[in-house]
């Protein structure tokens, strides 16, 4: 029968989650409650707050008696993610929900980030009305507005609840009863920009070709992170990470990073990955006007009214060499990088407004040296990375990875 995680604060919303488990029940739906409340004893509880604080590495007794709520919250969040996965991997729970206002959805939130992609999850907030990427994060958590807040069963609430109630129950259901018939064809992903687009059509079309579904992921922080939480999952069969600009976001200051973390997750799960440099030429900033003041006398160009991007100097490029080269190196899988000695974007070309070969040589100079005594294959190509057979070169050398071919 399928069965739905509940995770809330039982001390504060132990009425609530008593009508949510009689609904489920109902529908015909087991369910397991995880209690997170900081100061619970709630007999509803199947894994108690105790339990989850442990689950994270701390003594429950004394954590409380410090009575540090920011500490409390942190804690309880690192305990429901480590449960709720493992729930997840020994198929105890076939869905995860949640209610609760600002503290509670923050935990739950944490829990339904580390369950994989596919996997159902659904969080009914007094916060999803406002910005909601702290709570989705990189993956496919459902979130719905509660209207009012979770403080009793009223006409309204039992309306948003059972709704909610119904959406999960259904999902649960379709998961416990799903059967993976291997029909599918192997998962891969590719990076992309604007101005890496046609490098990565070109893969893109190449991999269809050799027997491949192909997820394009747009480079802008969170495509990147939601790519590598793919790759964590473990529903890709390889990465053609081609466009690897977030890195140059995170190291100047740009909007677009995807955090110090970015191209090291794919590696640390042994993933085959073949990797670029587009358009490292470039950190994203907002309209022009917006360009921070210590930036305004760089070498400046305005994409379109909402972007505007900044080249990349020599000193900036020999550091994100010598980064990735320490990523790369630390990759528990067959790694190729693939470097594009004509230029890393469309305007980083001959008589393009980004082209600056000195800066680009010490970007690859750097990488040269990083990745000298390494296991990873430097494949260094006499044309820019847009030209017709970069992206298939690639392409083919991902599918001899991930098959094991030892032809080139």
């Not at 059509?201 to 190449?206: E, F, H, I, T, W």
């Not at 495509?223 to 990470?241: H, Q």
């Not at 000695?341 to 750097?366: K, M, N, Q, T, W």
Request: net charge negative; charged share 20%.
């Amino acid at each position: 029968m399928a069965v739905v995680g509940l995770i809330g604060t039982l001390d504060t919303k132990g009425d609530e989650y008593r009508w949510l488990v009689g609904r489920l029940q109902e529908l015909g739906v087991e369910t397991l409650v995880v209690d997170v409340g900081s100061f619970s004893s709630c007999p509803l509880a199947d894994i108690t707050s105790d339990d989850v604080i442990r689950a994270a590495g701390v003594d429950p007794e004394a954590l409380r008696s410090r009575k540090d709520r920011g500490e409390m919250m942190g804690v309880m969040s690192q305990g429901a993610a480590v449960i709720a996965a493992q729930l997840a991997a020994e198929d105890r729970i076939h869905a995860l929900l949640a209610v609760g206002g600002s503290g509670g959805s923050s935990v739950a939130a944490a829990a339904m980030q580390a369950l994989p992609v596919g996997f159902p999850k659904l969080l009914v907030s007094t916060m999803a009305s406002g910005n909601v990427q702290p709570y989705v994060g990189e993956v496919d958590t459902a979130i719905m507005y509660s209207v009012v807040d979770i403080a009793g069963i009223n006409s309204v609430s039992t309306k948003v609840l059972g709704n909610a109630v119904a959406a999960i129950a259904g999902m649960a259901r379709a998961l416990e009863g799903r059967v993976d018939l291997d029909e599918h064809k192997p998962l891969v992903a590719v990076t992309m920009f604007g101005v890496t687009t046609p490098a990565a059509d070109a893969a893109r079309q190449r991999l269809v070709e050799l027997g491949y579904e192909v997820l394009v992921f747009h480079a802008t922080g969170t495509g990147g992170r939601a790519m590598e939480k793919l790759a964590e999952s473990g529903l890709l069969a390889g990465v053609c990470d081609l466009t690897t600009t977030e890195l140059a976001d995170d190291l100047v200051g740009g909007i677009l990073s995807a955090g110090p973390e970015r191209l090291g997750r794919v590696g640390a799960v042994g993933l085959p990955q073949v990797v670029s440099l587009g358009a490292l030429d470039m950190v994203n900033f907002g309209p022009l006007e917006t360009v921070p003041e210590q930036f305004r006398d760089r070498n400046l160009f305005v994409h379109n009214p909402t972007v505007t991007l900044m080249r990349t100097t020599p000193d900036e490029m020999a550091e994100l060499g010598r980064r990735i080269a320490v990523k790369l190196s630390a990759a528990k899988g067959p790694t190729e990088l693939f470097i594009p000695l004509r230029g890393v974007s469309a305007i980083d070309v001959d008589g393009g407004p980004f082209r600056d070969a000195d800066a680009d040589e010490a970007l690859f100079d750097a990488l040269r040296e990083g990745l000298a005594e390494s296991h990873v294959t430097c494949r260094e190509r006499d044309e820019d990375i847009n030209a017709p057979a970069f992206g298939a070169a690639m392409a083919e050398s991902l599918h001899r990875l991930i098959t094991g071919s030892t032809t080139t």
